[in-house]
């Protein structure tokens, strides 16, 4: 089994960074992906970005391009997820999730964590 603890959220305020920490334990040969998501209070999860280590590829969602970077030093480190020029609007619980790819942009995400509160005051 695979344990995901995410942590680093906190408050900041308009145009401040964060940097997130997602720590894996048992991670497995059929998760080579890693993953974070959010939601906002009233929407749904969203996809925000993905490191894949097999095949050296980052995706991210097109509203956080340019500002968020995901990362993975090594394969004993953290995932992490740099944010920065944070809005109000990006308040929300983020994710991380650890998976496969499956596909060149698709995965599957077999473990989630419970989340980590990111607050951006206005």
């Known amino acids: 089994q695979v344990q995901l603890v995410e942590s680093g959220g906190g408050l900041v305020h308009t145009g401040g960074s964060l940097r997130l920490s997602c720590a894996a334990s048992g991670r497995t040969v059929s998760s080579d992906a890693m993953g974070w998501f959010r939601q906002a209070p009233g929407k749904e999860r969203e996809f925000v970005a993905s490191?894949?280590?097999?095949?050296?590829?980052?995706i991210y969602a097109d509203s956080v391009k340019g500002r968020f970077t995901i990362s993975r030093d090594n394969a004993k480190d953290p995932v992490y997820l740099q944010m920065i020029s944070l809005k109000p609007e990006e308040t929300a619980v983020y994710f991380c999730a650890a998976g496969s790819r499956i596909s060149v942009r698709g995965y599957k995400w077999f473990y989630w964590g419970q989340g980590t509160q990111v607050t951006v005051s206005s």
């Open positions: 490191i894949n280590w097999s095949a050296n590829q980052t």
